[in-house]
């Protein structure tokens, strides 16, 4: 192979993440293939063109709004921030589940966290944290990534006019489409978690836990939790998403003197972390029957939804595990919305909310303004 040759290999990594400079350059020399063409002009500065072909970028690198890159980086986040998030309050979600499972045995947060650790020690407050960040990592991949497709995908159906005007029902719609599909994928897993958390005895983690749930109720076994998931978990994430971009939009229109633009990046993820936790109580409190239902299908073989309210009875279905639910879920979904936002900006992306969704933005490279 000659020198022209590799040369022009070594150029396709330069080429796409180099500055714009550099990448006209470095085009004109891939676009020259006629060995009759004039040489390019030597870089600026006097390098060679060896150390040219070679050098690392030296400008961030720039991702196009909607483009693949862009969803690929809002699944990624959203995977840390889901799956994070879920398994580092495992202890507060097997306490949750036992007392909606057992109300007689753990009446309390304090005297069932006694429980716990009397029975199980500080190892049982663990269980199912394989399952739970498998789970919800998935969930969290399909939650956010396809938000953001179907977020910009209804904003361009409605036009940019209807899109800001109605964009609160672009977000519930959008939501409602992603955790649909997202729930697919975690109900595998779910189900696994609580009888793991909730049987004692039954398996130590994911690795027993699952053949064993399989081999007793069989793989549709697996999903017969999957329409009350969806009852607790898109009126959830409907109330998760919406009532977050509104209230980012508000804090930033009431609350906060400066344009988001100019505002720090610091400040940014904390209106992010705020507004995920004023939304977390509200979502808390919508899904709560739904979360009861749940927990009790997946604990009781061959258990049924009429079993569940004539056990539990209305009034438990809405309040049973209600308290220590709203300082889960809201400490949950601030945390998720802080850490899915820092990871948007580690990549030159904007926050989520405070302006109206962008129903058909121009194509090409997004130039974000930098916020000092």
């Known amino acids: 192979m000659d020198l022209s040759e590799k040369s022009r290999q070594s150029l396709l990594p330069n080429f796409l993440y180099s500055s714009s ?50 969803y690929a980086v809002c699944t990624a986040g959203g995977i840390a ?3 994070l998030t879920h398994t580092a309050i495992t202890p507060l979600d097997v306490l949750k589940c036992n007392m909606q499972i057992d109300p007689a045995k ?7 966290f006694g429980v716990l650790l009397r029975e199980q020690g500080l190892r049982g407050f663990y269980r199912g944290w394989v399952p739970t960040l498998l789970g919800y990592g998935a969930q969290g991949a399909c939650k956010l990534g396809f938000y953001e497709f179907f977020k910009k995908y209804y904003s361009d159906i409605a036009g940019p006019e209807y899109a800001a005007k109605y964009k609160t029902l672009i977000y519930l719609a959008g939501s409602a489409s992603a955790e649909a599909i997202a729930d697919v994928a975690l109900c595998p897993m779910e189900a696994v978690k609580v009888r793991v958390q909730t049987q004692q005895g ?9 053949p064993k749930f399989v081999k007793s109720e069989g793989y549709l076994g697996l999903y017969k939790g999957l329409v009350p998931l969806w009852g607790r978990q898109i009126p959830y994430t409907m109330m998760k998403f919406a009532s977050f971009e509104t209230i980012v939009e508000l804090l930033y229109k009431y609350s906060i003197p ?7 990046k610091t400040l940014q993820l904390g209106v992010s972390f705020a507004g995920g936790y004023i939304a977390g109580v509200f979502c808390a409190l919508v899904s709560h029957p739904a979360d009861n239902l749940v927990s009790f299908l997946n604990n009781a073989k061959g258990a049924t939804v009429g079993d569940a309210v004539k ?14 639910r709203i300082v889960m879920i809201g400490t949950l979904t601030g945390a998720q919305w802080g850490i899915y936002d820092a990871f948007k900006v580690m990549f030159g992306l904007p926050t989520t909310g405070g302006v109206a969704p962008a129903a058909a933005p121009a194509p090409g490279i997004a130039q974000l303004k930098a916020c000092a």
């Open 311 to 324: 056990k539990l009875g209305m009034w438990g279905l809405f309040t049973r595990g209600l308290p220590l």
């Open 21 to 70: 400079a550099t990448r006209s350059l470095a085009l004109e020399r891939v676009l020259s293939r006629n060995p009759e063409s004039p040489a390019p002009p030597p870089s600026i500065g006097g390098g060679s063109q060896g150390s040219f072909l070679i050098q690392a970028p030296s400008e961030p690198r720039e991702i196009a709004l909607y483009s693949p890159a862009y």
């Open 258 to 264: 400066t344009p988001k633009d100019e505002c720090s």
């Open 202 to 210: 039954f398996a130590r983690g994911l690795s027993d836990g699952f």
């Open 106 to 112: 753990y009446k309390s947060a304090t005297s069932g």
């Open 81 to 83: 921030s889901c799956g």
